[in-house]
């Protein structure tokens, strides 16, 4: 099977190394992966700032990079879930409507390629630490996610997984929301990494690296020992 790899421009930009341990991931499970150097931005954060207009035309391109008629994968739920909930309602009955029905239907977020397309979720990772894992509201809440991740994890070797109180629980990351209401949003991320804290686990784990990296900011300022960590970068350990 060959699948495209969709890199979110946050990942793109900050956290590359989570593409990569992506792609040796999808490649350990026996699957070839294309990469479009020219995509970008799929319009989420335009969307979500209220530029429209903006994000219909990052999705025109998008769906220009990814024309061919085979799975996208990508690390990020956050992006995934908008393709999948706002592209219908963007391109319904325009020009490229066939278009996103095609995208829709066959672009997936990561642990969900690997657990429910390729009933793939045990790479002979090893992992030696404590770790407790954060469901993202777009992963949840969204695709309905989180047992995949966690069914991943439970075969790493090493690795003790043990569960936060309030696990679904929004860590306050949403770029917009942070922006526009830091206050609230820090005060999120304050309880979250708390709830992490009192497990006694020593990394964060989750789909989403926006929520890690907004968690890794409270983290860093009040200078907590506890780490995130990206689940492809966890999957990609100890056996490289």
């Known amino acids: 099977m060959t699948v495209d790899l969709f890199v979110p421009c946050f990942i793109d930009q900050f956290h590359p190394e989570v593409a990569l341990a992506t792609v040796k991931v999808l490649r350990k499970a026996g699957v070839d992966v294309e990469y479009n150097p020219n995509q970008t931005c799929c319009g989420r954060f335009a969307y979500h700032a209220g530029f429209i207009e903006d994000a219909k035309a990052l999705g025109d391109k ?3 990079d990814f024309s061919n008629d085979r799975p996208v994968v990508s690390p990020t739920a ?3 879930h ?13 020009s490229n409507h066939l278009n996103f029905k095609r995208l829709v239907g066959n672009v997936y977020e990561l642990t969900d390629f690997l657990v429910n397309v390729l009933h793939y979720d045990d790479f002979g990772a ?3 630490y404590k770790v407790t894992y954060h469901d993202s509201c777009s992963a949840l809440r969204g695709m309905g996610l989180g047992k995949e991740a966690r069914q991943l994890l439970s075969k790493v070797q090493g690795l003790e997984l043990v569960e936060m109180k309030q696990t679904d629980m929004c860590c306050g990351s949403d770029l917009s929301f942070s922006l526009n209401h830091e206050a609230i949003s820090l005060g999120m991320a304050n309880h979250k990494v708390n709830n992490a804290l009192n497990t006694g686990a020593e990394y964060i784990v989750s789909t989403d690296m926006s929520c890690l990296s907004h968690q890794k900011s ?4 009040e200078e907590l020992p506890i780490k995130v960590i990206h689940i492809a970068e966890v999957l990609a350990s100890g056996w490289e």
């Open 62 to 64: 998008f769906m220009d």
């Open 78 to 80: 956050s992006c995934v």
């Open 82 to 94: 908008f393709i999948r909930k706002h592209y219908p309602e963007l391109y319904y009955n325009t």
């Open 126 to 128: 090893e992992f030696p």
């Open 218 to 221: 409270y983290i860093d300022s």
